[in-house]
């Protein structure tokens, strides 16, 4: 429902002490509020799918505030590097079984119809690699290799039948959390191989386009890495069908990408293209700069103008087109009909990235007037592009949370109904008539009535969701419940295989080990809830103190007594019923950090002893690790100056015993990212041994005391003293999120975030390996 602007975020509790900063964060990151969609086969739950805070910023910033530890850049290609090296190492040879979900969707970037086969389109997956139907988008299945990136960027088709992805997501944020690819590849016989065709250091792209006269020459839009200047970005074209590539459009500084290239069809020697200039760092997000800009070859992409003062400034708007440190990103539609039309949006520099002009040319970009700004209600950052109807110059549709449609050439605006929130991709099927296809962070859509309002059908065979969190039934393992990005808490019973029945982002999920139908489940930054009905009706928890709470807040069920439970913002919390909270701790982090977005200075983690009635310890997003012994009367601090810390474990057995995982990347020999302490948090060693440089993102105790960890590039088996890992099996390389034991069956569970929940089992016989290599180890 629309909000006060720069005043709404999600219905969440306003706890004592919590509510100015709560106050700050609506200010900065919701000027409009969006229900997240819950699919639709879910199960109405209470309450109501709520608002979400403006735009995917927040889980942006708790990604890249991990992954880029010490307010370091991202190094180059850092996850690519990791899987390289993890590739090399040892390995278990374990089935995993990928558990779905299928009917609940994620987030889709980019989507390419098959020009020579008959409703065959290929679907690009923000974290999941690429998906081919030849059902009309009904359902999907991969063709993507395990071992490539999963993040894609954008999807093109040649008139020859060949399918190009880009690698690499350029959304920023956002990353929702979003990663980084390694180039180009092309597949020449229906998905069935790629070829990688270079820019492997573009980091992300944005936009491809192939000339519909001549499949070999094709353009590239390199946005470039967020995290770090330089590197491949620009315009690049190859006149070989990719073997070669020259870049055409350089930026002007070395934080400046490119945005958008789209070929004139009814003269490819006409080529148009946005440049645009951002940059992340660890307390500044600078989404615009001087480099971004509207450009425009008359000879095949060999020279280039700015079009700077072509434009008269939509009221309100004193920028324009000219170089301005405020230009953010710019979108680009030009009708394929009557390529003369051609449609500009603008956009701010800033974290709400409001769009800021609009403009429409006759003349093919000779002149420009004023259009009717559309409402963008998320930062256009986060969406980018316009898309024109190639039978209709005056049909346009511009992404945002909803998606706006204007049948009038963007004199009025109206918003496209029957869709998951947040617009990335359209395409029209030039075989059929009508046919279009679009993706959001609900999957991919497809309309046969040219994409009105309410005529859309959702696939329904999607494995590519985004999970934040999983778990598991401690009786039952097939009853697995989690936290998903932008299609809220999951569970697989009740209803369909997989329902949703708490909207939102779905963050921590946690089942009581003895009673499987009282649940907790959150979305973003502390909303949290119990139900004692397995998610049907859900109470909100009661009088947690604290200034600020992380994005994903920890939730831990009191491993002797389930009726404990604690929850973590700066301080931590602790309930003797479940329901209702006080503080038993001061702030444990260093403070409050000075981004004025994002709440750090978090508890991320927290785990009790079984055995030492009274200790508990806690993780914190700058680095720290405290710890009490007498269930919070007296705290001391047992580490800082650590990255994230992403997970805290204590041995079930001996207390002494104490992990701790951190995010990450590093190179080769810098730091660990996996703690041991053997005498109860005292010392810490690193005992990360041959792991890849990759965050850690979870640790659990598996059978026989084997440790078990997931990382952005897999999940790996360790003796239970560490140092030497074997990877287990071959799982996608998508970030393993969050992971759980199931006693009972030897299940290992583990999210992904982008390729679903999968299960495998860890025999005896495995655990014993991991023992032996343990021994042998020094």
Request: glycine share 12%; proline share 7%; with cysteine.
């Amino acid at each position: 429902m629309p909000i006060p602007r720069r005043y709404g975020m999600p219905r969440s509790p306003l706890r004592p002490r919590r509510a100015t900063r709560v106050l700050a964060l609506i200010v900065i990151l919701a000027p409009v509020a969006v229900l997240a969609a819950v699919p639709a086969d879910a199960n109405t739950a209470t309450p109501a799918a709520p608002p979400r805070p403006r735009g995917p910023m927040a889980p942006g910033e708790f990604k890249a505030r991990q992954d880029t530890s010490g307010g370091l850049g991202l190094p180059e290609r850092a996850l690519v590097r990791a899987s390289e090296a993890a590739a090399k190492g040892p390995r278990l040879p374990v089935d995993w079984r990928s558990e779905g979900p299928t009917n609940i969707g994620g987030r889709v970037t980019g989507i390419a119809v098959d020009p020579n086969r008959r409703d065959t389109v290929y679907v690009g997956a923000a974290s999941g690699g690429v998906w081919k139907s030849t059902d009309r988008a009904a359902t999907l299945s991969s063709v993507w290799p395990r071992r490539n990136p999963q993040a894609i960027g954008a999807m093109a088709a040649g008139s020859d039948g060949a399918i190009y992805a880009g690698t690499g997501e350029a959304n920023p944020g956002g990353g929702s959390i979003t990663y980084e690819g390694d180039g180009v590849y092309k597949s020449t016989d229906g998905g069935r191989s790629w070829k990688r065709l270079g820019l492997q250091n573009s980091a992300t792209i944005s936009l491809i386009a192939v000339d519909p006269d001549n499949p070999r020459r094709i353009f590239v839009a390199a946005t470039g890495s967020l995290f770090r200047p330089g590197g491949e970005r620009g315009v690049y074209r190859s006149e070989d069908g990719g073997r070669t590539w020259t870049l055409v459009l350089a930026g002007t500084n070395d934080t400046t990408g490119a945005n958008s290239v789209v070929i004139d069809p009814g003269n490819p020697q006409r080529v148009w293209a946005s440049m645009w200039d951002r940059q992340r760092e660890p307390e500044l997000r600078r989404y615009g700069g001087v480099g971004s800009g509207l450009f425009r070859s008359d000879d095949g992409g060999s020279t280039w103008r700015r079009l700077e003062n072509i434009v008269t400034p939509t009221p309100g708007d004193d920028i324009g087109l000219r170089s301005d440190p405020r230009l953010g990103r710019i979108g680009i539609g030009v009708a394929p009909g009557d390529p003369d039309r051609v449609y500009v949006l603008t956009s701010t520099f800033s974290q709400f990235g409001d769009v800021k002009g609009f403009y429409v040319s006759d003349d093919g970009g000779g002149s420009f007037r004023t259009g009717t700004l559309p409402v963008s209600d998320v930062p256009f950052w986060w969406t980018g592009h316009l898309w024109v109807d190639p039978a209709d110059r005056d049909h346009l549709y511009m992404p945002s949370a909803n998606l706006r449609e204007s049948v009038d050439a963007g004199r009025t605006w109206k918003v496209n109904q029957g869709m998951h929130v947040d617009h990335h991709a359209m395409v029209w099927d030039a075989k059929v008539p009508g046919r279009v296809y679009e993706g959001n962070d609900g999957g991919v859509y497809r309309s046969d009535a040219n994409g009105a309002t309410q005529t859309w059908i959702k696939a329904a065979n999607e494995p590519y969701t985004q999970f934040y969190s999983v778990t598991v039934s401690a009786q039952d393992v097939t009853r697995m419940a989690g936290g998903t990005q932008d299609n809220g808490s999951v569970r697989t019973w009740n209803g369909p295989r997989w329902n949703g029945f708490l909207g939102g982002d779905g963050e921590a999920n946690v089942i009581h080990p003895h009673n499987h139908d009282i649940l907790y489940s959150c979305y973003q930054f502390g909303a949290c809830f119990r139900s004692d009905d397995a998610g049907d009706t859900l109470t909100e928890l009661r009088g947690a103190v604290a200034d600020r709470f992380n994005w994903f807040s920890p939730i831990e069920l009191h491993p002797a007594d389930p009726s404990v439970v604690y929850f973590g913002g700066d301080r931590l919390n602790r309930s003797a019923n479940g329901l209702d909270f006080t503080p038993i701790s001061p702030d444990l982090t260093g403070g409050p950090g000075r981004d004025e977005v994002y709440p750090f200075g978090t508890l991320t983690t927290v785990a009790a002893a079984k055995t030492a009635p009274g200790t508990v310890v806690v993780g914190s997003d700058d680095g720290r690790i405290s710890l009490t012994r007498d269930d919070g009367a007296h705290w001391s601090l047992e580490l800082k100056d650590q990255p994230w810390v992403t997970r805290v474990e204590i041995d079930p057995r001996n207390a002494r015993r104490m992990f701790a995982t951190l995010s990450g990347y590093r190179a080769s020999g810098t730091g660990g990212h996996v703690l041991y302490s053997d005498d109860g948090g005292d010392t810490w060693r690193d005992i990360s041994g041959n792991l890849p440089g990759a965050p850690v993102n979870d640790i659990v105790i598996g059978p026989h005391g084997i440790l078990l960890i997931a990382t952005d590039a897999g999940v790996y088996a360790g003796p239970p003293s560490g140092r030497f890992w074997f990877r287990l099996g071959d799982l996608p390389l998508a970030a393993v999120t969050d992971i759980e034991f199931q006693a009972s069956s030897s299940h290992l569970i583990a999210a992904t975030f982008g390729r679903g929940i999968y299960s495998t089992r860890i025999p005896r016989e495995l655990a014993s390996s991991v023992h032996a290599a343990g021994r042998q180890t020094p």
